[in-house]
């Protein structure tokens, strides 16, 4: 029988790096050495540390779109580490979008591809990014084990 907990933690970018993959209009904008295409696509490879109650890294494939107003972003995000004491990795699926407001984004646990303590885990986080932030980002995740 399981039941449902509720745990929270911060996470920080370790590393991020992006590269376009298409520009639909060949009209990017370069920003601290990174290009941004106006209407288009890119992949970013990115690396979090997490800390609280959710505690270890991972490492994420993102791609994001860039359009004016609503724009998507999916990926997936191998966790190795520890939520609420229980050791092992599992695989989240990032859904969401981007403004030029804030980044937001369901963070859902995909299942079968968890191993240790946190295998059998299922369950979704939701985040909301405004700005950058250099202590990190707030996560809860509401899990079944």
Request: no cysteine; charged share 20%; net charge negative.
């Amino acid at each position: 029988m399981s039941r449902a907990h509720t745990t929270s933690g911060r996470f920080t970018v370790t590393s991020w790096e992006e590269k376009v993959v298409v520009d639909i209009d060949g009209e990017g904008t370069e920003i601290n050495g990174v290009t941004y295409p106006k209407r288009g696509f890119s992949r970013a490879d990115t690396t979090y540390t997490y800390s609280g109650d959710i505690e270890g890294t991972s490492t994420v494939a993102y791609l994001i779109s860039y359009n004016d107003g609503f724009a998507p972003v999916t990926g997936f995000e191998l966790f190795e580490g520890t939520i609420d004491g229980h050791d092992g990795s599992l695989v989240l699926q990032h859904a969401g979008d981007h403004d030029a407001e804030a980044v937001r984004a369901t963070l859902t646990i995909v299942e079968g591809m968890g191993t240790g303590g946190l295998e059998g885990m299922t369950g979704e986080a939701t985040v909301e990014l405004a700005g950058h932030s250099d202590d990190g980002y707030p996560i809860t995740l509401t899990y079944d084990l």
